[in-house]
């Protein structure tokens, strides 16, 4: 059920009825019945897969809160749940890149699987496996209530895509109940329709040039830099568009979700973009792979051995950048079942693991050189470097191959023909309204720049919006849906949403 689709605006209407009416004390199972309609309007089949997740950890979780004194006994628990659940994400989605590999290698011709891939099957089991561990490391008590845990994994606004949500911060705003609330529900819309803007006038539009630069890259090989760039527009409007759409339908429950995005083009480094794009994968990374590999005993020992033999500073250094160069690799393994998503993890990995080995160089030289870190030049010009250093990891990320991915970026350097850019065919009938799609997607990164600029400088958008005379704030709106009707792709002829293919 796509979220653009007409058949999911039906659906949510009817659950936002429905959860005002009843109850509050009920208002919870109300959200776990329509995320499992949800759920399964996905395929009946596919929700064995969400119940195995839903029981696996709650077991676990109870299983380990009885056993809280004998650690040995609950360290077996938390092995066990998380074997059973990542060892049910991997079979799903890297078997056929292993048989593709040892095929490779082999020469036999091994079968492929054809596995069903539930829907947001990444997203819910990190969240599970996040609160297992939370409940291991005694951060809080698992939940008794098994039909309460399954509306924390299957809460519908997030299973899609996310955001990774935490125990901690949803279950009480899950199972507390809400009233009716007006200027919520004002601001909730307005988050919508900002999503669907991005998501269909500047997403979908961009996508029809992606398509076919990426997937016919031999005869566009002058774009290769026009179609990179254009991706990163796709792939923003796509993700963040996303993330406003489902964050505003939680809103409308009166469910606050956690921040996945923060402007990320104006990060002034590749750690800095990570802790503006994607967040709730960045701090779940931090929290259950980064810490705990980066504290271990093993690590602990490293990182003595590293100062005997390269110094204090090196053997300080050197633990973390390995750590984050294994963080990254999942990352990577995470996107996907393709060794262009491993090279896609190793290249953020290294950017940032060397960027720490070097810090205390790069600030040397910025002291010789009189660099003000604060200066306007200075932070453009860092904004600049990471935007380029992203943009060459979207060749990775959106290429079919990494020989693609590579060939791509040679392309990039070499060969630059613009005016092919106009030739492409955005339409069945041609390219009668290319050169109309490329002003559209100009005006909506214009209109995206500027409202970025403002929510940098701590200007609250929403909130100002609401307080303005109602004349004002439905001339807004219908302007906004004014250009959903007019500039966007309508559902029937958009993709779906990238991420949640993951």
Known sequence: MALTSVKFLLFLLTSVAGYYLIPRKFQWIWLLLFSYIYYMASGVKLVVFLLFTTATTYGAARLIDKKRKNKKAGKRILILGLFLNFGMLGILKYTNLIIT????????????????????????????????????????????????????????????????????????????????????????????????????????????????????????????????????????????????????????????????????????????????????????MKDYVFYPFSLSKAMGRFGRYAKKKFGKQLGRTLPICIANIVVFLLVGIWHGAAWKFIAYGLYNGLIIGVSGLLTRQFRSWKKKLHIDDKAPWFVMLQILRTFLLVNISWFFDRADTVGQALTMFKNALTRTDWSMLTGIQTTAGGNTYTKLILAILLFGCMVLFVVSILQERGIQIRESLSQKPLVVKMAVYLALLFSLSVMGQMPLSSGGFIYAQF
């Open 101 to 284: 590999s040892v095929n490779h290698i082999s020469g036999i011709e091994f079968p492929f699987v054809n596995f069903l891939l539930p829907l947001g099957i990444s997203f819910y089991t990190f969240q599970s496996m996040g609160y297992l561990m939370d409940v291991y490391w005694g951060r809080f008590h698992a939940e008794k209530n098994p039909f309460r845990f399954a509306l924390f994994v299957s809460f519908f606004p997030q299973i899609m895509q996310g955001p990774i949500g935490r125990y901690n911060r949803m279950a009480s705003q899950l199972y507390e109940g809400h009233s009716f609330d007006w200027n919520r529900m004002e601001r909730a819309c307005q988050l919508m329709l900002w999503g669907f803007f991005k998501k269909m006038v500047l997403a979908d539009n961009a996508a029809l040039f992606v398509n076919a630069i990426f997937d016919d890259y031999q005869t566009y090989q002058g774009l290769s830099i026009a179609g990179v760039l254009l991706y990163s527009v796709q792939l923003y409007g796509d993700f963040s568009g996303g993330m406003d759409v489902v964050m505003g339908v939680a809103n409308l429950f009166g469910i606050q979700m956690d921040e996945n995005f923060k402007r990320p083009y104006f990060a002034r480094s590749i750690t800095d973009f990570w802790h503006r794009w994607h967040i709730t994968l960045g701090t779940w």
